[in-house]
C-alpha cells in the first residue's frame, strides 16, 4: 500500500484528525490495529475488518493495542469471534485502559500484556432498553443471555468459574496491572525495554528518499 507523504498537525480538528489517520495508516503497515474508546459496533467493525486484512496478507504477528472504557456485549462478542478465527498470532496489549467488554478480546488473544500503569474493570456494560413489558421481557432474556456467554469466554480465557467472573463484573471490580496478571487477563506487564509499537528503522511519517 503506498501512501501519500503526511501533512504535519494542523491548529484545527480537521488538520489533527489527518495527522492521525496518516499515522494510523503507518502503523497498519507495521501490522499494528487500535481498539481506542468505547467498543461499540462501529468500532468493532474497523478492528475486525483490519485484523482480516492483516491475516489475509501476511503471515507475522498482529500487535493490538487497546485503550477502551465501556461498549456493548455485542460489540465484544463479534470481535472475539474474529479473533478465534485468525490464522496468524494476535499480541494484544492494554496501553491504557480495558473496562467491560473491552476484557474480552484482550483477554482471549493469544499473547497478552499491558503497560505497567494501564488499568482494568470488570463491569457489566451500561444499557438502555424501552418498549411494551412483552418486549422488555425479550431483550432482558436476550441481554442475560448474551452476559453469560460473554462471561463464559472471560470465565474461560482466565481459567476462574464462570459464576466467579460473573460476580466480579457484577461488582464493578478494579485491577491495576499486576493484579490483572495475576487474576488471568494478561500474561506479562512490560518491562522499560519493552517495545509496545514494533515499528521498522526507518522514521515514523516521512517517505523514504528516492533510490
Do not use: K
Not at 501533512?7 to 484545527?12: H, I, R
Not at 494510523?24 to 503497515?29: K, P, T, V
Not at 480495558?98 to 505497567?116: E, K
Amino acid at each position: 500500500m503506498t501512501l501519500p507523504p503526511p501533512t504535519p498537525p494542523a491548529t484545527s480538528g480537521s488538520g489533527d484528525g489527518a495527522w492521525h489517520r496518516s499515522v494510523r495508516e503507518r502503523l497498519f503497515e507495521q501490522r499494528v490495529v487500535f481498539l481506542w474508546g468505547p467498543l461499540e459496533d462501529q468500532v468493532a467493525n474497523q478492528v475486525a475488518a483490519e485484523l482480516m486484512t492483516l491475516d489475509a496478507i501476511g503471515d507475522e504477528p498482529i500487535q493490538l493495542h487497546i485503550d477502551s472504557g465501556g461498549g456493548t456485549l455485542d460489540a465484544a462478542l463479534s470481535l472475539i469471534d474474529v479473533i478465534d478465527l485468525l490464522g496468524v498470532e494476535l499480541q494484544a496489549t492494554c496501553v491504557g485502559q480495558a473496562f467491560g467488554p473491552a476484557l474480552g478480546p484482550l483477554a482471549v488473544a493469544p499473547v497478552r500484556r499491558a503497560t505497567p500503569h494501564a488499568r482494568f474493570r470488570l463491569s457489566e456494560p451500561s444499557v438502555d432498553a424501552s418498549g411494551t413489558a412483552r418486549d422488555l421481557e425479550a431483550w432482558v432474556q436476550d441481554h442475560r443471555r448474551r452476559l453469560g456467554q460473554f462471561c463464559q469466554r472471560l470465565a474461560d480465557a482466565v481459567h476462574r468459574p464462570a459464576d466467579a467472573v460473573e460476580e466480579d463484573l457484577r461488582s464493578g471490580r478494579f485491577l491495576d496491572a499486576e493484579e490483572a496478571r495475576r487474576y488471568g487477563i494478561i500474561d506479562e506487564v512490560c518491562g522499560p525495554d519493552a517495545r509496545v509499537y514494533p515499528l521498522n528503522p526507518r522514521p515514523l511519517g516521512f517517505r523514504p528518499p528516492p533510490s
